[in-house]
Nanobody, 115 residues
Protein backbone atom coordinates (compact mmCIF):
# COMPACT_ATOMS: atom_id res chain seq x y z
CA UNK A 1 0.00 0.00 0.00
CA UNK A 2 1.38 3.39 -1.01
CA UNK A 3 1.96 5.82 1.86
CA UNK A 4 3.00 9.46 1.51
CA UNK A 5 4.52 11.19 4.52
CA UNK A 6 5.23 14.93 4.64
CA UNK A 7 7.39 16.78 7.13
CA UNK A 8 9.10 20.12 7.61
CA UNK A 9 6.22 22.50 8.23
CA UNK A 10 6.25 25.03 11.01
CA UNK A 11 5.82 28.57 12.18
CA UNK A 12 7.86 31.27 10.44
CA UNK A 13 7.89 35.04 10.09
CA UNK A 14 7.38 36.76 6.72
CA UNK A 15 10.55 36.58 4.65
CA UNK A 16 11.57 33.33 6.29
CA UNK A 17 12.23 29.94 4.75
CA UNK A 18 11.11 26.36 5.22
CA UNK A 19 11.95 23.10 3.50
CA UNK A 20 9.23 20.50 3.16
CA UNK A 21 9.99 16.84 2.54
CA UNK A 22 7.82 14.00 1.30
CA UNK A 23 8.65 10.33 1.15
CA UNK A 24 6.44 7.81 -0.62
CA UNK A 25 6.75 4.20 0.45
CA UNK A 26 5.04 0.96 -0.49
CA UNK A 27 5.82 1.11 -4.21
CA UNK A 28 8.69 -0.41 -6.17
CA UNK A 29 8.46 1.94 -9.13
CA UNK A 30 9.13 5.64 -9.55
CA UNK A 31 6.19 7.98 -9.89
CA UNK A 32 6.19 9.88 -13.18
CA UNK A 33 5.33 13.10 -11.37
CA UNK A 34 5.13 14.30 -7.79
CA UNK A 35 3.39 17.43 -6.66
CA UNK A 36 2.86 19.78 -3.73
CA UNK A 37 -0.53 21.28 -3.02
CA UNK A 38 -1.55 23.80 -0.40
CA UNK A 39 -4.88 24.38 1.26
CA UNK A 40 -5.53 27.61 3.11
CA UNK A 41 -8.30 27.77 5.73
CA UNK A 42 -11.70 27.89 4.06
CA UNK A 43 -10.25 27.50 0.57
CA UNK A 44 -9.83 24.71 -1.97
CA UNK A 45 -6.64 22.76 -2.30
CA UNK A 46 -4.40 24.31 -4.97
CA UNK A 47 -1.40 23.06 -6.91
CA UNK A 48 1.81 24.77 -5.78
CA UNK A 49 4.49 22.91 -7.74
CA UNK A 50 5.08 19.73 -9.71
CA UNK A 51 8.10 17.82 -10.94
CA UNK A 52 8.42 14.92 -13.37
CA UNK A 53 10.80 12.00 -13.07
CA UNK A 54 12.87 13.74 -15.75
CA UNK A 55 13.16 16.89 -13.67
CA UNK A 56 10.70 19.12 -15.53
CA UNK A 57 9.02 21.53 -13.12
CA UNK A 58 6.11 23.90 -13.07
CA UNK A 59 4.89 26.32 -10.43
CA UNK A 60 1.86 28.32 -9.49
CA UNK A 61 2.36 31.96 -10.47
CA UNK A 62 2.13 33.01 -6.84
CA UNK A 63 5.28 31.07 -5.86
CA UNK A 64 7.47 31.43 -8.94
CA UNK A 65 10.90 32.69 -7.98
CA UNK A 66 10.34 31.88 -4.30
CA UNK A 67 9.71 28.12 -4.14
CA UNK A 68 11.79 25.32 -5.63
CA UNK A 69 10.62 21.74 -6.04
CA UNK A 70 13.18 18.98 -6.37
CA UNK A 71 13.38 15.22 -6.22
CA UNK A 72 15.73 13.45 -3.89
CA UNK A 73 18.23 10.74 -4.72
CA UNK A 74 16.03 8.21 -2.93
CA UNK A 75 13.17 6.91 -5.02
CA UNK A 76 9.91 8.80 -4.67
CA UNK A 77 11.25 11.57 -2.46
CA UNK A 78 10.34 15.16 -3.18
CA UNK A 79 11.21 18.45 -1.51
CA UNK A 80 9.79 21.95 -1.56
CA UNK A 81 12.21 24.72 -0.64
CA UNK A 82 10.18 27.77 0.29
CA UNK A 83 11.83 31.18 0.64
CA UNK A 84 10.59 34.74 1.06
CA UNK A 85 7.49 33.35 2.71
CA UNK A 86 4.38 35.51 2.91
CA UNK A 87 1.35 35.33 5.20
CA UNK A 88 -0.73 34.20 2.21
CA UNK A 89 1.45 31.08 1.94
CA UNK A 90 -0.12 29.85 5.17
CA UNK A 91 -1.90 26.54 4.85
CA UNK A 92 -1.60 22.80 4.99
CA UNK A 93 0.82 21.47 2.40
CA UNK A 94 0.15 18.06 0.87
CA UNK A 95 2.33 15.79 -1.20
CA UNK A 96 0.64 14.03 -4.12
CA UNK A 97 1.38 11.46 -6.78
CA UNK A 98 -0.81 9.30 -8.96
CA UNK A 99 -0.64 6.07 -10.89
CA UNK A 100 -3.20 4.45 -13.15
CA UNK A 101 -5.78 7.04 -12.20
CA UNK A 102 -5.37 6.56 -8.48
CA UNK A 103 -4.22 9.56 -6.45
CA UNK A 104 -2.10 9.22 -3.35
CA UNK A 105 -2.00 11.90 -0.65
CA UNK A 106 -0.16 12.44 2.57
CA UNK A 107 -1.67 13.72 5.78
CA UNK A 108 -0.26 17.19 5.20
CA UNK A 109 2.11 19.46 7.07
CA UNK A 110 1.09 22.84 8.45
CA UNK A 111 2.90 25.99 7.33
CA UNK A 112 2.06 29.19 9.20
CA UNK A 113 3.57 32.54 8.22
CA UNK A 114 2.77 35.20 10.79
CA UNK A 115 3.79 38.77 11.46
Amino acid sequence: QVRMVESGGGLVQPGGSLRLSCVASGTATTFNAMRWYSQAPGKQRELVAAITSGGRTNYADSVKGRFTISRGNAKNTVYLQMTSLKPEDTGVYYCNADRSGIGFWGQGTQVTVFS
